[in-house]
């Protein structure tokens, strides 16, 4: 997760809580991790650099 920040610092939080929450209802309260697989051409990135060219984004050296 990247977390937001100033006004836009309750959605980072709201993620992270739904995502919890998602995690712990699927391993009953122990321990777990959540793989999500998807096929590299619904691969959303390469496009979004297209469209921000000149802009660093995150992963960006």
């Known amino acids: 997760l990247v977390p937001f920040g100033g006004e836009h610092a309750h959605k980072a939080f709201a993620?992270?809580?739904g995502l919890?929450?998602?995690?712990?209802?699927?391993?009953?309260?122990g321990y777990g991790?959540?793989?999500?697989?998807?096929?590299?051409?619904?691969d959303p990135v390469p496009s979004?650099?297209?469209?921000a060219a000149g802009v660093r984004l995150p992963g960006d050296s």
């Open 48 to 51: 979004l650099r297209a469209r």
């Open 15 to 17: 993620l992270a809580v």
């Open 20 to 29: 919890q929450l998602f995690v712990d209802s699927l391993t009953g309260g």
């Open 33 to 42: 991790a959540v793989l999500i697989v998807a096929r590299p051409e619904a």
